[in-house]
């Protein structure tokens, strides 16, 4: 799996950044989990929110899926409040849990094979 | 013109794409590979866009009908190896391709194609004969 945690105020030049890395690592890297944290952002707006689900999305077009954690109360009251909707994307509350998700994720592939 | 070879990899046909995708040689692939799936009885479709620097809407599209048509013929398909610079681009073009499965590489397509059950088999008949 591939973990991107976010720390400090995303714009528009560091989105973009923030949203090509991840997915040329998981080209190299063949994992098909992503995590993004976004624990150490600070504000989330509409961009960022957007910036965010566009990353998601096109991971999912690639054949991977994308995970949110570490949305903080206040952030969850923004998204919410400016009516982003972040549909069938998996959120979890911090990245242990992301983590213990995608590992129970994984463990249960390696006992079907 | 120029014609997308196609590999059978016994159950799985193999298809990658190495190519500029022209509108012609997309809708040449789409008529080959449903061509194909009933010539072989093949289950499993992996279309390998790995080689694609550009794929515009039509391209999605085809991509898009190619999955509805081997779905149509008991075949599934993945569509394998986006580039990132791609899938922002369909994602900023709004085009997040619903119905197509992906995977991030072949291998994994395969895997994919492998775990999910391919076509229900036909229930053996468990009769004993009594049928009086």
Same mark, same amino acid.
């Not at chain 2, 394998?80 to 085009?95: D, Q, Y």
């Given at each position: =799996?591939? /973990?991107?945690?976010?720390?400090?105020?995303? @714009?528009? /030049?560091?989105?973009?950044?923030? =949203?090509?890395?991840?997915?040329?690592?998981?080209? @190299?890297?063949?994992?098909?989990?992503?995590? $993004? @944290?976004?624990?150490?952002?600070?504000?989330?707006?509409?961009?960022?929110?957007?910036?965010?689900?566009?990353?998601?999305? *096109?991971?999912?077009? =690639?054949?991977?899926?994308?995970? $949110?954690?570490?949305?903080?109360?206040? $952030?969850?009251?923004?998204?919410?409040?400016?009516?982003?909707?972040?549909? @069938?994307? *998996?959120?979890?509350?911090?990245? /242990?849990?992301?983590?213990?998700?995608? $590992? *129970?994720?994984?463990?249960?592939?390696?006992?079907?094979? | 013109?120029?014609?997308?070879?196609?590999?059978?990899?016994?159950d799985v046909l193999?298809?990658?794409?190495?190519?500029?995708?022209?509108?012609? +040689?997309?809708?040449?692939?789409?008529?080959?590979?449903?061509?194909?799936i +009933?010539? %072989?009885?093949c289950h499993g479709v992996v279309i390998?866009?790995?080689?694609?620097?550009?794929?515009?809407?039509? +391209?999605?599209? %085809?991509?898009?009908?190619i999955a509805a048509i081997s779905r149509v013929l008991d075949a599934e398909t993945v569509v +394998?190896?986006?580039?990132?610079?791609?899938?922002? %681009?369909?994602?900023?073009?709004? !085009?997040? !391709?619903?119905g197509i499965r %992906?995977a991030?590489?072949?291998? !994994?397509g395969m895997?994919m194609l492998a775990r999910t059950p391919v076509s229900?088999?036909?229930?053996?008949?468990?009769?004993?004969?009594?049928?009086?």
């Amino acid at each position: =799996m591939v /973990a991107v945690p976010l720390v400090g105020t995303l @714009d528009s /030049a560091r989105a973009q950044v923030v =949203m090509e890395r991840p997915l040329q690592t998981l080209v @190299d890297t063949g994992s098909p989990y992503a995590i $993004i @944290d976004i624990t150490g952002v600070p504000a989330v707006d509409t961009q960022v929110a957007q910036h965010i689900l566009k990353t998601v999305v *096109a991971a999912r077009l =690639m054949g991977a899926d994308c995970i $949110i954690s570490g949305i903080r109360p206040q $952030i969850a009251q923004t998204i919410v409040a400016l009516g982003i909707e972040f549909g @069938d994307i *998996a959120t979890k509350a911090s990245l /242990a849990d992301a983590l213990r998700h995608v $590992i *129970a994720l994984t463990g249960l592939k390696k006992q079907e094979r | 013109m120029d014609r997308v070879p196609i590999l059978k990899i016994g159950d799985v046909l193999l298809v990658s794409i190495q190519m500029d995708m022209e509108d012609q +040689v997309a809708l040449q692939l789409q008529e080959d590979l449903a061509d194909r799936i +009933v010539a %072989t009885g093949c289950h499993g479709v992996v279309i390998d866009i790995s080689g694609l620097d550009i794929v515009d809407s039509f +391209v999605g599209r %085809t991509l898009a009908t190619i999955a509805a048509i081997s779905r149509v013929l008991d075949a599934e398909t993945v569509v +394998v190896g986006m580039r990132p610079a791609v899938a922002i %681009t369909l994602v900023e073009l709004g !085009l997040s !391709l619903p119905g197509i499965r %992906t995977a991030l590489n072949v291998e !994994l397509g395969m895997e994919m194609l492998a775990r999910t059950p391919v076509s229900v088999p036909i229930a053996e008949d468990h009769d004993d004969g009594n049928h009086d």
